[in-house]
């Protein structure tokens, strides 16, 4: 078996407004890390010069004890087969841009790539929930819906390198229209931070009970103001729950007849909210679900730190390089 003990990966994640980064070794601890603004760099260049200086200091220090195996990035449309980020809508690099070559040359290492969400089910299956499962989902709920599908212990790319965007499925047709794909009714729409601000406004318009919410503007609610209320019984806060809850729990049921997971496992932000969101999901897709799937399939939290499972995923990608490319 080969001795990876001496060995360490560098994940990176690269988000629309910040990346982090850090040294991680084959145990999932995380040795070092740290970020840098994303924005602020209109040439790619300029960027990989900005994350060269963040982090050769913090290799060279580590030289004398390990060696670097590779870098793994998580990106947004990152693509696993080209290497390349593909017209990503929240980055300021238009068009194509070939990451993996340019990271490669500069750092001298062996890079791999690929999006956000896929990055977060590799980490999730290497230190976390997942450990030892061969078919599971991953759904990320933040200010998205990201998505990893994991099917026979292989993560599903598809032809082209795009596969599993379940945040985009169409739950609702002819339903609430995306604020930037323009699709009418997408699972994001609803079951995001942003959906879930967005069904408040909604609900909040149409009520005419009390609620704790009307003492906000509308443009003043996010996601935390309605847990926030939620939590102190606030009836319209948890109608909000409970009615992404039901949107969620319907997908799920689909997504579970599609590939039979042994789990599905949700992280993000949005599922701080707990059971006021877990229940209502848990019921709906029960409810939905062909009896030979039904109680079958667990739906647990993420394992890993919020803060660190973005690295933590983005270096497991390097694990899994063959020794002989």
């Known amino acids: 078996m080969l001795d990876l003990s001496n060995q360490l990966a560098i994940g990176i994640d690269i988000g629309g407004t910040n990346t982090k980064y850090g040294i991680v070794n084959h145990r999932g601890e995380i040795i070092q890390k740290g970020e840098l603004k994303t924005e602020g760099y209109p040439n ?34 990152g693509n696993y087969y080209t290497g390349t980020i593909d017209y990503a809508p929240n980055l300021e690099w238009k068009g194509r841009i070939p990451l993996v070559k340019m990271v490669t040359e500069k750092f001298g290492v062996r890079c791999i790539l690929t999006n956000d969400a896929n990055a977060a089910a590799v980490g999730e299956m290497m230190y976390g929930a997942a450990r030892g499962m061969r078919d599971f989902i991953m759904i990320t709920l933040g200010t998205g819906v990201g998505s990893g599908i994991v099917a026979n212990g292989q993560l599903i790319y598809g032809h082209d390198g795009f596969a599993g965007e379940l945040g985009h499925t169409i739950i609702r047709p002819g339903g609430r229209k995306h604020w930037s794909t323009d699709l009418d009714g997408s699972l994001e729409a609803f079951c995001s931070a942003t959906g879930i601000v967005m069904t408040a406004v909604e609900l909040l318009e149409k009520s005419q009970d009390e609620s704790l919410l009307k003492k906000f503007k509308p443009e003043d609610i996010t996601s935390k103001v309605v847990y926030d209320c ?10 909000v729950y409970r009615f992404t809850g039901q949107i969620l729990g319907e997908s799920l049921a689909n997504f579970i007849m599609f590939s039979s997971p042994e789990a599905i496992i949700l992280f993000g932000g949005v599922i701080k909210a707990g059971d006021y969101i877990l229940k209502p999901t848990r019921e709906h897709m029960e409810k939905n679900l062909l009896p030979i799937f039904q109680n079958k399939v667990k739906l647990i939290f993420s394992e890993l730190k919020e803060a660190d499972a973005a690295i933590l995923g983005a270096s497991a990608l390097v694990w899994e390089l063959k020794e002989n490319p």
């Not at 990989?48 to 200086?53: G, K, L, N, Q, R």
């Not at 030289?63 to 590779?70: F, P």
């Open 44 to 77: 790619i260049e300029d960027y990989i010069e900005a994350v060269y200086a963040k982090l050769k200091p913090i290799v060279t220090s580590v030289s004398d004890q390990y060696t670097l195996k590779g870098i793994g990035i998580g990106a947004p449309n």
């Open 230 to 239: 939620a939590q102190k019984g606030d009836a319209l806060a948890k109608e």
